[in-house]
């Protein structure tokens, strides 16, 4: 942890976001029981800031703020060609998960005169606690609210279920009703925007049937977090191996028995983010002649409302080569 830094102006909030994210792994929605100190003087600093912010909010129509890149472009299908909405994302569209991230204070300055705040939720967004309290003006729309078949084990839930694309139309749908009730003046327009936009959706999973088909009960191994829920989707059947996004992570033990494993299942093909380092994956696939599949997570890329879309269908192109 080194996000701690005044000179920077870096908020003590973001310091405290990085150290629960440190303590409880990316995804996890157990609470770390920390309370690091600082805290009270971002939340201080934040709440300081909220009344001139909201005057400014009243006069440029109803806004949103969304915590990263796939809500992101979530958000950007549902406001589409509505005039008096905007959607802006709090984080930059390449800092990948945003467990990993340290919030910078002009980051944060963007829920200020927020309406809604759009974050994926089930864990993801560990410092959500701290923006409900700093702006209880501010409704929080938890868009995997409606996700039942998030990837977990024991103690853990992934919350990366968009890479599922049922699981994103669920988010979708869950987005677009709270904004209608949030936002009544257009509702029409967000509900004729969720149409189109999970009719799309629809297109994607139809057009990609063949690949399903050939997914359905394949054996992976899986080396990113984002991914779970892309395979549970698929009906893959994995064997996956806690990294928190970082292939370097993980230990020599860790690799030696994703080995044994494989061999053992006679699984020939490891899937990781595109967006992640290889060095773990080219490892065990030397030693198992698996193969390497680079796989679009939607975690990062252009702000478009077609990135989705658009990096899905080159994830199902590199694994269309699967025998
Ligand atoms: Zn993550």
Not at 124 to 140: C, G, H, M, Q, S
Not at 267 to 284: C, E, N, P, R
Request: hydrophobic share 40%; glycine share 6%; charged share 25%.
């Amino acid at each position: 942890m080194n996000g701690y830094n005044i000179k920077d102006r870096i908020f003590a909030l973001a310091a405290a976001a990085a150290v629960s994210a440190a303590l409880s792994g990316c995804g996890s929605v157990a609470a770390s029981g920390t309370e690091p100190a600082g805290t009270e003087l971002a939340d201080a600093q934040l709440a300081d800031a909220q009344p001139a912010a909201s005057q400014e909010a009243e006069e440029s129509g109803f806004r949103i703020v969304s915590s990263f890149y796939p809500m992101q472009v979530l958000t950007l299908n549902l406001v589409k060609d509505i005039d008096g909405v905007t959607a802006v994302s709090m984080s930059a569209p390449d800092i990948g998960c945003i467990h990993d991230h340290t919030f910078s204070t002009e980051d944060l300055r963007k829920i200020e005169d927020a309406d809604v705040f759009v974050e994926n939720g089930l864990g993801l967004e560990t410092f959500n606690d701290r923006i409900k309290t700093a702006y209880p003006d501010t409704a929080v729309i938890e868009a995997a609210s409606q996700v039942t078949d998030a990837p977990a084990d024991e103690d853990e839930v992934n919350g990366h279920v968009w890479t599922s694309i049922d699981d994103y139309i669920l988010e979708v749908k869950h987005v677009s009703s709270e904004l209608q009730t949030l936002d009544p003046a257009h509702r029409d327009s967000y509900a004729e925007n969720e149409r189109i936009y999970t009719e799309k959706l629809e297109k994607l999973k139809s057009d990609n049937s063949a690949v399903l088909e050939k997914l359905r009960g394949k054996k992976a191994l899986v080396l990113d977090e984002t991914l779970p829920s892309f395979c549970v989707f698929a009906g893959m059947d994995t064997i996956t191996i806690e990294t928190d996004h970082e292939q370097e992570a993980l230990s020599a033990g860790d690799i030696a028995k994703a080995v044994d494993e494989m061999k053992e299942q006679g699984i020939g093909m490891i899937l990781i983010s595109a967006d992640s380092d290889s060095s773990a994956a080219d490892a065990v696939a030397a030693e198992t002649g698996a193969k390497v599949y680079r796989i679009n997570s939607c975690m990062t890329g252009e702000e478009n409302a077609d990135a989705y879309l658009t990096q899905m269908q080159e994830s199902f192109d590199i694994l269309s080569e699967i025998e």
